[in-house]
């Protein structure tokens, strides 16, 4: 059986979202000979994840360390799994019925792809949905570098990075999320785009929850030192990543 791991980082003030994210999961249907396993990671102490999960479902693994933030909760998740592909479901999102199994198509179908993303919709906090619009490029595959070009002229990622499944080799290789308070995902997924081509897959494939503890609703998320100072280095990891693809990387 071949094995598709989604890590959730999980902190005490979104725990309740928790039953929601695990039926989203529940619903996926995998292609035969796959299973998923759910690694969620408790980012701090006082979580209590488990209250809000099944204890009878054998496929959920919950783990705690101590709080680092949702991207080292992340790559502590990563380090307790075991799939060949690694999904991200942060713990207040939902996926989409077939999203994983889209995502399975993709990357089994083309073994030059790496990644994926998809489409994404927001779930306001009055239950509606909202379409969420960051200028999708059309479905089918990302040449390789085009999420950096698009990133370093906007500033922010064309395709959404919570929606991101890839080869594990890979998001090992780039040593998991980049250990920053915010834009992290963004490091991984402009690292994974300067390793392979990616494919953006048109239909949905998350609902996004929007709500007021989200840590893209701090000041410091857009703009001030700390945005700089995330900024920068992310610029500069991708930069020294694809200078090593290309062969040019000073001796």
């Given at each position: ?61 919950v ?35 077939g ?21 994404v ?22 040449p390789r ?22 080869r ?14 915010a ?9 994974l ?59």
């Open positions: 059986m071949s094995t598709i791991s989604v890590v959730t980082p999980v902190h005490a003030e979104n725990v309740q979202f928790l039953p929601a994210a695990y039926a989203s999961l529940k619903a996926q249907t995998l292609p035969a000979g796959w299973t998923w396993e759910w690694c969620v990671q408790e980012d701090g102490d006082h979580v209590s994840a488990t209250a809000q999960v099944p204890t009878n479902d054998p496929r959920i693994r783990s705690a360390s101590r709080r680092g933030g949702p991207h080292v909760a992340r790559t502590m998740a990563l380090a307790r799994s075991s799939g060949s592909y690694v999904k991200v479901l942060d713990s207040d999102d939902q996926l989409t019925p999203a994983l199994a889209r995502d399975l198509a993709a990357l089994e179908g083309d073994a030059e792809i790496g990644w994926t993303t998809s489409r919709t927001d779930l306001l906090e009055d239950g509606r949905t909202r379409s969420f619009e960051l200028g999708d490029p059309q479905p089918g595959r990302l570098g085009s999420a950096y070009t698009f990133w370093s002229e906007h500033q922010r990622p064309q395709v959404h990075p919570a929606s991101l499944c890839a594990r080799e890979l998001v090992v290789l780039l040593g998991g999320w980049m250990a920053l308070p834009s992290g995902d963004t490091g991984l997924l402009l690292g785009d300067a390793l392979t081509p990616g494919q953006f897959i048109g239909e949905v494939g998350l609902l996004y929850r929007k709500h007021g503890g989200q840590i893209t609703n701090s000041p410091a998320h857009k703009e001030g030192e700390e945005w700089r100072a995330r900024m920068s280095l992310i610029r500069e990891r991708t930069e020294a990543l694809h200078s090593w693809m290309s062969g040019k990387m000073p001796q």
